[in-house]
C-alpha cells in the first residue's frame, strides 16, 4: 500500500487544531468537515497518525465514497469497492458502526447487515470461496452517511485514541484526554509558562500539558487495530513510529504545571494517572481548595473544567464557586485563564465578560470555552552569547 487517504474524526468545533496537528505532522490536507478532517499520506500516515495526533478520536482508512438512497443501491456500491486490496480471505470483518445525517437510508442495523453482505459477496468473487472462516486479523467497518453520501472506511485504531492507556482513576466527570488536549493546543501556553489547573479531577489537564511539554507521543504506550494488518501495512511503519516518538521524548523538560483540587481522593488519583502516564514528575498535585488558590509568579494559565452543576445539590453552590474564581482570577497579577463549562451565568459571577467564546460539545452536552486573555510577558533580554543565530539574524 503506498499512498492513503485518511479520515480523522474529532470533536464538533475544534476541527482546526487538528487540521494544524495534521499539517504539523506533514500531511495533505483533503477536507475539513463538521467532526472530521481527510487528510493523505504514504502508508507510515497511518502509524504516524495514530502515534501522533493529541485531538482525533481515531484514525479511519477510506476505502470509499457512494451515494446511496435505497437499500439495492448500497448493496450495489459497496459490492464495487475494491475490497480484496484491504481484506484477506481469513480476515474477520464486519460494519462496527453505521452513521447517517440527513439521508434516506438511516437505520443503522440494517445498512450494517446490507454492507456486510455485499463485503462478503464481492470477496467471493475474487477469492472463489462460498464461505470465509473469519479467522485472522480484525478489520472493523465504518460507514457514515451525509446527505445521501457515505464514507466507507476501516478502522485503524480499535479503542478510541482518548484511550492513552494512562487514566485508570477517573472522577466523576472526566474530560476527553482528546478534549483537554485540544484546549490547551488552543491557548498560547508553552512549556515554559506556568499552567494550573485549579480544578484538576483526575489531572486530565495538566497530565495533556505535561506530555506536551514532554514531546511524549500520545500513542506511544497502547496498540493498535491496524497493527496486525500485515497484509496491507507493513509492521515496520509502526517500530518506526514508535521509533521517532522515542527519539523526540524529553523526559527532563522544565515544566511548572500544578494540579489542585477540593478532594483529597481525587488527588491522590490524579498522581496515580500521572505516574502511569510518566509524567508525574513534572507536575506538582495538592489537595487545595479554590479560595486558597494563589500563586507569586507573573502571567500564568488557569485551564480548567469547573463544576457545572450536573448534579442538583452542585447547582445550588454554582454562584458562589464562578464569584470566587472571579475573585481569585483577578488577584493572579497578568495571568490568563481558559475555562470548559457548560454554566450558563458563568460570565456573569466571574464577573468578567470574556475576550473570547466558543462552543464546545463535550458529548452530548452544550459547553462553552471561555478566553480571559492576559497580556503577554514582555520578551526576554537576550544575554551576551546566548542564541547568537537569532541575535547574528537579527543583525544583519
Ligand atoms: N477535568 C477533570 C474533572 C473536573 S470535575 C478531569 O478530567 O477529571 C471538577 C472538580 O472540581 C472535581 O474533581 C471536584 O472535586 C473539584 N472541586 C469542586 N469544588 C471545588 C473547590 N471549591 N475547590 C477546588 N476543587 C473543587
Not at 452517511?145 to 478510541?160: H, I, N, R, Y
Not at 482528546?178 to 506556568?194: E, H, V
Not at 504506550?221 to 500485515?230: L, P, Q
Not at 488557569?302 to 470566587?324: A, Q, T
Amino acid at each position: 500500500m503506498s499512498r492513503v487517504e485518511l479520515v480523522a474524526p474529532c470533536h464538533f468545533g475544534l476541527e482546526a487544531v487538528l487540521k494544524k496537528e495534521i499539517m504539523d505532522l506533514g500531511y495533505e490536507i483533503v477536507q475539513v468537515e463538521d467532526g472530521r478532517v481527510t487528510f493523505r499520506g504514504e502508508e507510515d500516515a497511518v502509524s504516524r497518525a495514530n502515534v501522533f495526533l493529541r485531538t482525533a478520536e481515531r484514525i479511519l482508512l477510506k476505502v470509499g465514497k457512494i451515494r446511496a438512497v435505497t437499500f439495492e443501491e448500497l448493496f450495489d456500491q459497496i459490492k464495487m469497492l475494491p475490497w480484496e486490496r484491504y481484506l484477506p480471505s481469513d480476515g474477520k470483518f464486519w460494519v462496527t458502526k453505521a452513521s447517517s445525517v440527513k439521508s434516506r437510508l438511516f437505520s443503522p442495523s440494517d445498512i450494517q447487515s446490507i454492507v456486510k453482505k455485499a463485503v462478503v459477496e464481492r470477496l467471493k468473487t475474487v477469492y472463489h470461496v462460498e464461505w470465509f472462516p473469519e479467522t485472522g486479523a480484525e478489520y472493523p467497518i465504518r460507514i457514515s452517511f451525509m446527505k445521501d453520501e457515505a464514507t466507507v472506511c476501516l478502522d485503524t485504531t480499535g479503542l478510541s485514541l482518548h484511550k492513552r492507556g494512562y487514566r485508570t482513576m477517573v472522577s466523576k466527570a472526566p474530560i476527553k484526554e482528546t478534549l483537554a488536549a485540544a484546549l490547551i493546543l488552543l491557548t498560547p501556553w508553552k512549556k515554559d509558562r506556568i499552567l494550573v489547573d485549579p480544578f484538576c479531577g483526575s489531572g486530565t489537564f495538566p497530565i495533556e500539558a505535561a506530555m506536551m511539554a514532554a514531546h511524549m507521543a500520545p500513542g506511544m504506550n497502547r496498540s493498535f487495530t491496524a497493527e496486525s494488518w500485515t497484509n496491507i501495512l507493513s509492521r515496520k511503519c509502526w517500530y518506526q513510529a514508535v521509533d521517532e516518538a522515542n527519539d523526540l521524548l524529553d523526559p527532563d523538560v522544565k515544566t511548572d504545571i500544578q494540579g489542585y483540587d477540593i478532594d483529597p481522593e481525587m488527588v491522590k488519583a490524579a498522581r496515580q494517572n500521572a505516574a502511569a502516564a510518566g509524567v508525574d514528575h513534572l507536575i506538582h498535585f495538592q489537595s487545595r481548595p479554590l479560595n486558597a488558590l494563589s500563586h507569586p509568579k507573573k502571567y500564568g494559565f488557569l485551564i480548567s473544567n469547573p463544576p457545572y452543576g450536573e448534579r442538583l445539590e452542585e447547582k445550588e453552590n454554582l454562584p458562589e464557586l464562578y464569584r470566587e474564581i472571579g475573585e481569585r482570577f483577578a488577584s493572579l497579577d497578568s495571568w490568563s485563564m481558559y475555562l470548559i463549562t457548560g454554566y450558563e451565568d458563568a460570565e456573569k459571577y466571574i464577573g468578567r465578560k470574556a475576550d473570547k467564546n466558543r462552543k464546545i460539545y463535550n458529548g452530548m452536552l452544550k459547553t462553552y470555552y471561555y478566553q480571559f486573555l492576559g497580556p503577554k510577558p514582555p520578551k526576554k533580554k537576550q544575554q551576551p552569547g546566548e542564541n547568537r543565530t537569532e541575535a547574528e539574524g537579527q543583525n544583519r
